[in-house]
């Protein structure tokens, strides 16, 4: 089981940044966090990077049925959504697959709120 969904977009990284954000939008996903890798890696570490975003995204009803269910889920919350530039004037969007990262957790309860993730993720994903 692969632990993200993909898809390579044909355009300029900052709108697939905001394509993207939008995207979760409407699937009820806000973007609580942002980490721009690129800049980050520059100025601790002086290392030439190319554009590579982190979308912390989080839907704040499924997120709370998560942490009602298990309270340790916060360790894996807010869903990851890569923006990263690639070869040729591409963008490849990837969202963390939250039922493959979920199943270290013994608890049966939590697959059906990690499936209604999941769909809404491969829906944002698909639909870029």
Known sequence: ?????????????????????EALKSEGFGII???????TLKKKIDVDFRPYRILGACNPKLAYEALSIEDKIGTMLPCNVVVQAQEG??????AVDPVASMQAIANSKLEAT???VRAKLKRVVDSL
Do not use: C, R, W
């Open 33 to 39: 966090s942002t980490i721009d890798v690129q800049e």
């Open 114 to 116: 990690a499936g209604g």
């Open 89 to 94: 004037g591409m963008v490849e969007v990837a």
């Open 1 to 21: 089981m692969s632990y993200y969904f993909a898809k390579k977009l044909n355009m300029k990284f900052e709108q697939a940044i905001e394509h993207v954000t």
